[in-house]
């Protein structure tokens, strides 16, 4: 069995919001044992807490907690999880799409 995880940026209501981008995984679900080690290993090289998510939005920004961790070493964090991603490539199904709702709203659609 697959297990899906699926996010969303952009607000459907919001009158300035011309795009909403769905975007996820899919991976097997004996896989995510492995995965969740090597997620601790990129933590542990770090020595982040272990209740610190990891949102590369906030990771990239220094929003919230990351905004104590110097930008450089936020880049390696997120270099080593790109590349642990790449690697998992055949367990870790990405998969993304955009839509335009500015013209689905103009054809009455939303």
């Not at 069995?1 to 952009?10: A, C, K, N, Q, V």
């Not at 272990?50 to 961790?69: C, D, V, Y």
């Not at 998969?95 to 659609?109: C, D, L, P, W, Y």
């Amino acid at each position: 069995m697959h297990l899906l995880y699926l996010d969303d940026s952009g607000t459907i209501g919001d009158p300035q919001t011309a795009h909403c981008l769905f975007a996820g995984f899919a991976i097997f679900e004996t896989v995510t044992h492995w995965v969740e080690q090597d997620i601790n290993a990129v933590a542990a090289k770090y020595r982040l807490p272990p209740s610190l998510e990891f949102h590369a939005t906030h990771i990239n920004t220094g929003k919230n907690a990351w905004r104590k961790i110097s930008k450089d070493v936020r880049q390696e964090i997120l270099f080593d999880l790109y590349t642990l991603i790449k690697n998992r490539g055949r367990d870790i199904h990405l998969f993304a799409s955009v839509h335009n709702i500015e013209k689905s709203r103009q054809r009455g659609t939303t």
